[in-house]
């Protein structure tokens, strides 16, 4: 079966491409946005790393994961491995406009050594680009330290049908290039211990948000986009409808310590 469902031309060229900058309408929506994934990740990191640590993040490319990990939690050193040398490129001038310091390393993560292992390895849209869930949620706790954390965010595209149905319109190939059986907490939880890892929680969070990137802008996509952004302002104007569903599938889990093995 094939492992990866994308290749390192797809990233390249995503990273190469890719606009991080909004104004106006979708700086507002962006910021509320943030606010809400900000929250999530300052949560996650609380619960599984109080003392200053070593944090590493897996696909890191562009950066924005360990921004934001770093301005929530900027008591911890960040490092982060990419294989788009691009993508590293724009992580590594995201990170230095923002002021932060990171170590990043141009790797594979399933062949990748890196010098020492983390307190945490966090994960943010990586895992359901592979089909073989347990064997990437296993690199992520073969950089882990006995006792350390694996935590694996993912984007929830898949449920409830109208989340999906504006997706799949947006960008119709959304599910050849996603796993999205990794968008279900509790297949995350299953393969979280099947993988070997101790004290496993999985859920959903961050909010109902709709994504608006369009692969390319049909009448349909048009469409799909003004619902989507009219819908996310919605959220902004009334926040309690951002718990009708979690925007983000999340689990954390330990690795044994040595005598728990
Ligand atoms: C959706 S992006 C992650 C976004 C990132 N967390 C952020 O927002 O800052 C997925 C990243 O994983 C990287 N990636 C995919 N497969 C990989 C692999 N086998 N080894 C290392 N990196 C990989 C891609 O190059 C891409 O930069």
Redesign the pocket.
């Known amino acids: 079966m094939k492992r ?1 469902l ?1 290749t ?1 031309d797809f ?1 390249d060229q ?2 190469q491409s890719r606009s991080i900058r909004a104004s106006g309408l979708r700086m507002l929506l962006g910021d509320a946005f943030e606010g809400t994934r900000a929250e999530v990740w300052e949560r996650l990191l609380a619960r599984t790393c109080s003392a200053p640590g070593n944090i590493l ?10 921004k934001r990990l770093a301005e929530v939690a900027p008591q911890h050193h960040y490092h982060g ?4 040398a691009p ?1 590293l490129e724009a ?1 590594r001038s995201l990170l230095q406009e923002a002021g932060i310091h990171a170590e990043l390393y141009e ?4 062949t ?1 050594e890196l010098p020492r292992k983390f307190d945490v390895v966090v ?4 895992i359901e ?1 592979f089909s073989d869930l347990r064997g990437i949620v296993l690199r992520h706790a073969y950089y882990a330290r006995p006792g350390g954390w694996v935590v694996v965010t993912v984007p929830n595209w898949a449920r409830p049908g109208i989340n999906r149905l504006i997706t799949v319109t947006l960008r119709p190939n959304t599910f050849e290039t996603h796993n999205a059986e990794a968008m279900e907490p509790e297949n995350l939880k299953s393969t979280f211990e099947s993988a070997g890892l101790l004290d496993v929680e999985a859920g959903e969070a961050g909010g109902a948000w709709l994504t608006t990137v369009a692969a390319s802008l049909t009448v349909k996509a048009r469409l799909a986009q003004a619902f989507a952004r009219a819908w996310n302002l919605g959220l902004v104007i009334v926040p309690p409808l951002r718990r009708l569903w979690g925007g983000l599938v999340w689990a954390i889990g330990r690795v044994p310590e040595e005598a728990e093995r």
């Open positions: 990866d994308t390192r990233w995503r990273n993040e897996l696909g890191c490319a562009p950066g924005r994961i360990l491995l990419d294989m788009s993508g992580c790797g594979d993560v399933w990748a994960s943010a849209g990586l680009h």
